[in-house]
C-alpha cells in the first residue's frame, strides 16, 4: 500500500546512477566472470495502470577488474556497431495498485542488436529518503542475441548471461 502511494504522489522517476547498478556474469567453465557499470541512465513513468520504464548503460562501461577481458568482451560486443545495452519494460498495475510479491514486467533486452523479450520479476521497495529501490534478474541467451562467445583454451563460455538490475530511483521534478 505504501509503495502505491510512493507511485501515486509522481508519476516521473529518473534513475540515481550514483547508487544503481547493472551487472552481468558469464560463467567459463574455468571461471567465472562478473562485470558492473554503474553509468546507467534511465526512468520509469506511470501512466494509468502501466508502469513503462527504460535503462541504458554503455557496453564499455562495464568493468571485471581484468582491462584485457574487458577490452576483448568489447570486441565480441561490437561496441563501435552497438554501444548500449538497453531494457525497456512495461508492467501493469492492478486498479492502480502494485500486486502484492513481485511485480511483473515485459521486458525487452537489446543487446548486441538483437531485441529479444523476457518476463521479469520485479522487486519494488520504498527507501526512507523517498526513492524507490528497484531489483530484478534477466536470464538471457548470448546466442539468442547473435554475440559470439568468446573462448578461453578453446573452450567457449556458456550461452547463458545473467544480468542484474540494482537501481535506485528519484522523483523526477517537473
Known amino acids: 500500500m505504501l509503495l502505491a502511494a510512493f507511485l501515486a504522489l509522481a508519476s516521473s522517476w529518473t534513475v540515481d546512477p550514483a547508487r544503481s547498478t547493472l551487472r552481468y556474469a558469464v560463467t567459463h567453465k574455468l571461471h567465472q566472470v562478473d562485470a558492473t557499470s554503474k553509468e546507467i541512465e534511465g526512468k520509469a513513468v506511470v501512466r494509468g495502470d502501466s508502469v513503462l520504464?527504460?535503462?541504458?548503460?554503455?557496453?564499455?562501461?562495464?568493468?571485471?577488474?581484468?582491462?584485457?577481458?574487458?577490452?576483448?568482451?568489447?570486441?565480441?560486443?561490437?561496441i563501435g556497431t552497438y554501444p548500449y545495452v538497453v531494457v525497456k519494460g512495461v508492467a501493469r498495475l492492478r486498479d492502480g495498485q502494485l500486486p502484492a510479491g513481485p511485480l511483473q514486467m515485459t521486458a525487452q533486452v537489446d543487446l548486441h542488436g538483437v531485441k529479444k523479450t523476457y518476463e521479469v520479476p520485479v522487486s519494488v521497495a520504498p527507501q526512507s529518503d523517498g526513492s524507490l529501490r528497484v531489483t530484478a534478474k534477466i536470464d538471457v541467451s548470448l546466442d539468442a542475441h547473435h554475440v559470439e562467445r568468446p573462448s578461453l583454451l578453446f573452450v567457449k563460455i556458456d550461452d547463458d548471461c545473467r544480468i542484474d538490475v540494482d537501481l535506485v530511483l528519484r522523483e523526477q521534478k517537473q
Open 53 to 78: 520504464t527504460e535503462v541504458r548503460a554503455q557496453v564499455a562501461s562495464f568493468h571485471s577488474g581484468d582491462g584485457n577481458r574487458d577490452e576483448h568482451m568489447d570486441e565480441v560486443m561490437s
